[in-house]
């Protein structure tokens, strides 16, 4: 069994002298991806422990933190497996009385009721399963094949979902399975009441979504208030009487293309389960904060007493506020120029920790927003960067993710009154190069089309005056992302932040840009003008991105690559299609090339996506905003990598790029990776897609460079 402890924070700096001693210059891509990944952090309901995912080359485990009889907290393994076989572990949730966890392996995340995806070719298959495993870490018992696993008030029942239908099980090795009930659609949100015998759930029924309560004793269901909008994220009162909901309104633009500043309002609805009478407690303004934008974690609703607590973008600004359950006014709790991402409550719901861009719009940092009466507290600052907040079942303790500039994502915990601990997990390795990495600097781009973009600039540490470098753009996919001043908290960025260090200690000057249409910025900057297939205003901040590299006495203009996965490989191969004057070469991960083909099967409802006045006029935009549609003018040299068995960007949109540069006589390569998904799931996935890069970009921009 593999323990640690959790560390003082004089340990990273203690990390810092191993890693500068032995590795004072250079690195590897393998050496830089080493460090285990924390994510998925959840707290236990009651008592103190934790638990979160760590990633080690392609190992996924499940690690559980809980109070030591001596001092502090230890932590161990409670799963052991040893292979980077592509079977990456999710949902996880503590079982309340048993001291055991569930979770699920296998199984593309984004995709849960697709075919699980192998890309280790194992020959006899993979199936997304849900497990159970104690806290002593014994062999995990199988419960089903499926994925959100949730337990029961009293840790007797779990409940799971397969092909969109809800399966009960017991906890414990041997039971069988049964289908809870059947209804047309596919199930998902699962909430038991606080007593346990009630389950509210979401029935998605494509163009619409119904709020459902399931009784128990009865094996009766019944529909929420059924309406023609998408009904979403169940939340029970805590005396259990009441069900607190969100009402969408369906719009065509469900791919989210373009921008929607504004739109037709959202609602928040409450039901009470006695009389069966329906309040509407908030609908927000038609005008900015009018189309939803959830938080990035798990609950949207949070009950305080008699008032809800839930996000808004009311100011510009994703921020939370609080409205009587009965219906009223509605308060701001958060005011200030910054985004809220991740929060967490109390079990009591009287206070909220979360996390937000405040006073650092570059990082993230831990507040506590007391509900009662609106106090805010900062619990954490400086150049960390901290995020995905569990409350523990003390209502007080927090853990966390934790991570800088130098050390990637990993557990930590914040106790009352004590500074923050790291929990390093399995440590890092004795080769990670965490002091050879460069401290990036965050920029702000000159204003293009009346938007600032950002950015977090990476300059090789071997530079010397008067030395030009080549340089390569980075962008994120999304878009709704933002690349921060330091190791990101998704496995996806904190790869590309990897990579980009890479790049830097080889003597690349890298800027990473945040581009409208990102994060952290505010919505106005989310949601610009002309986005998307609406023109690809974002278009505006590559280009200042350029103008900014090229003015650089450190950069040969002309040497400048661009790099970028999803989002980043649309904008890298419109780069390259439109101005191969600037951009050199590009590396294009799984990107989108063709905006007109994703609107013509809506297109033919003939009803106008974006506000134009004809579908031809909206097709002829979206093509204008495609990499396709500037072919004729693609001359730089492309590497385009992609899993064929991606379901967020089809392979077919890098098929009939391959075929537009074929007849053009582009000069592309290419790199297939069979079966895997958009966001690779082996290690070993990566370390090929990043040796291809650096590789492809050598050749193309270091080579024969100018002087």
């Known amino acids: 069994m593999i323990v640690a402890r959790l560390a003082p924070p004089a340990t990273a700096a203690l990390w810092l002298l191993v890693s500068s001693t032995a590795y004072p210059s250079g690195f590897t891509i393998e050496q830089v991806l080493g460090a285990p990944f924390a994510s998925d952090i959840v707290a236990a309901p009651a008592g103190r422990e934790f638990a979160w995912v760590s990633d080690s080359r392609g190992r996924s485990n499940v690690w559980l933190a809980a109070p030591s009889q001596a001092a502090g907290f230890t932590a161990r393994a409670l799963t052991h497996y040893a292979v980077d076989d592509g079977l990456a572990i999710e949902d996880l949730a503590f079982v309340p009385h048993h001291d055991a966890l569930l979770f699920v392996r296998g199984g593309d995340p984004d995709y849960p009721d697709k075919p699980a995806p192998n890309p280790a070719q194992i020959t006899a298959g993979v199936v997304q399963t849900v497990y159970l495993v104690d806290f002593r870490g014994r062999e995990p018992v199988k419960l089903g094949e499926g994925h959100a696993p949730v337990a029961s008030p009293d840790g007797n029942r779990i409940l799971y979902l397969h092909e969109g239908k809800v399966f009960s099980v017991a906890p414990r090795r041997g039971a069988k399975s049964e289908q809870l009930f059947n209804t047309r659609g596919k199930v998902d949100s699962l909430r038991f009441s606080p007593d346990g015998t009630r389950l509210a759930f979401v029935c998605n029924r494509g163009d619409h979504s119904f709020v459902g309560v399931y009784s128990f004793a009865e094996q009766a269901l019944r529909w929420v208030d059924a309406s023609f909008s998408l009904d979403l994220e169940p939340r029970w009162s805590p005396d259990g009487t009441r069900l607190a909901f969100l009402r969408l309104p369906w719009r065509h633009d469900e791919v989210g293309l373009i921008p929607h500043r504004a739109g037709d309002s959202w609602s928040i609805r409450v039901a009470n389960l006695t009389d069966h009478s329906v309040t509407e407690a908030y609908r927000a303004p038609r005008a900015a904060g009018s189309v939803f934008h959830a938080l990035s974690s798990d609950a949207q609703l949070v009950w305080s007493g008699t008032q809800l607590v839930f996000p808004a973008e009311n100011d510009g600004w994703l921020h939370f506020y609080s409205v009587p359950a009965s219906g009223g006014e509605a308060q701001l709790l958060t005011p200030g120029r910054f985004e809220i991402e991740y929060a967490a409550a109390s079990p009591d719901g009287s206070s909220i920790v979360y996390s937000a861009n405040a ?349």
Do not use: C
């Not at 390093?424 to 293009?448: H, N, Q, T, Y």
């Not at 260090?501 to 910025?521: C, F, P, W």
């Not at 280009?543 to 999803?566: F, H, K, N, Q, T």
């Not at 297109?603 to 396709?628: C, F, M, N, Q, W």
């Open 359 to 707: 006073e650092d719009i570059d990082r993230r940092h831990l507040w506590r927003l007391r509900t009662a009466n609106g106090t805010l507290e900062q619990l954490t600052r400086g150049t960390g960067i901290e995020t995905q907040p569990a409350v523990l079942g003390d209502g007080v303790s927090i853990a966390f993710l934790r991570a800088d500039a130098r050390i990637p994502a990993h557990a930590a915990l914040l106790e009352p009154g004590k500074a923050p601990v790291d929990l390093m997990a399995e440590g890092l390795p004795a080769d990670f190069p965490a002091a050879a990495l460069v401290v990036p600097e965050s920029i702000e781009l000159p204003k293009r089309a009346g938007i600032a973009a950002h950015a977090e600039l990476f300059v090789p540490p071997s530079a010397t005056p008067g030395e030009r470098h080549p340089a390569v753009v980075f962008m994120h996919g999304g878009p709704i992302r933002q690349m921060l001043a330091g190791w990101h908290y998704m496995d996806y960025y904190s790869n590309a932040y990897a990579f980009n260090q890479y790049l830097a200690s080889r003597g690349y000057l890298v800027l990473a840009l945040n581009y409208r249409a990102g994060i952290g910025y505010g919505l106005d900057f989310r949601e610009a003008d002309g986005i998307g297939a609406a023109g690809a205003s974002e278009y505006n901040d590559l280009l200042a991105a350029a103008d900014y590299l090229r003015e650089r006495s450190d950069v040969d203009p002309a040497r400048i690559g661009l790099w970028g996965g999803s989002y980043g490989g649309y904008m890298t191969a419109l780069g390259l299609a439109r101005n191969s004057d600037l951009f050199k070469a590009g590396v294009d991960l799984h990107g989108v090339h063709d905006w007109h083909h994703w609107t013509l099967a809506t297109e033919r409802d003939k009803v106008p996506l974006y506000g134009l006045d004809a579908p031809a006029a909206v097709i002829a935009t979206a093509l204008a905003a495609s990499p396709i549609g500037s072919i004729a003018t693609w001359r730089s040299p492309v590497l385009l990598i992609q899993g064929d068995d991606d379901h967020n960007v089809a392979f077919s949109e890098s098929v009939r790029l391959v075929e537009a540069l074929r007849h053009q006589g582009v000069d592309y390569s290419e790199l297939v990776l069979p079966d895997e998904i958009h966001g690779f799931l082996r290690h070993a996935s990566w370390l090929r897609a990043y040796a291809a890069t650096a590789a492809f970009l050598d050749g193309k921009l270091t080579r024969g460079a100018s002087p």
